[in-house]
């Protein structure tokens, strides 16, 4: 299994005027297809300046059946790995929910 790893800094501005800061993004590929991207941010404090807490996201490939039957096809939704029972449609949305709960932004 490969490991693409992508290094960017990113200011995200998300509803509500929380802001997040994507640090690493990475996707582990099988046999031609992404397995599930992980995504770190840091949160922001109220002042607006970036924090050492991080928030680790991740979401995996939807896939059906097993052995030569398994078919992928797009994402499932990302999940905080803190509480990876809830599910969120974007990674800014579990960003926003996982800093708030941190008492950050």
């Known amino acids: ?7 960017v800094m990113l200011s ?7 802001s997040a800061y994507q640090l690493v993004s990475s996707k582990e590929l099988g046999r031609g297809d992404a ?4 995504v770190v941010v840091r949160c922001t404090t109220d002042t607006g300046k970036v924090s050492t807490t991080t928030c680790s996201l991740r979401r995996y490939v939807k ?6 039957t398994q078919k992928c ?6 999940q905080d790995l803190r509480s990876p029972g809830t599910e969120y449609s974007d990674w800014r949305g ?4 996982c800093c708030r709960a941190k008492g950050l932004r």
């Open 63 to 68: 896939c059906t059946g097993t052995g030569a």
């Open 1 to 7: 299994m490969r490991k693409i790893i992508f290094s």
């Open 35 to 38: 397995k599930n991207q992980n």
């Open 73 to 78: 096809n797009g994402w499932a939704a990302w």
């Open 94 to 97: 579990a960003a926003t929910a």
């Open 12 to 18: 995200v501005f998300v509803a509500g005027g929380a």
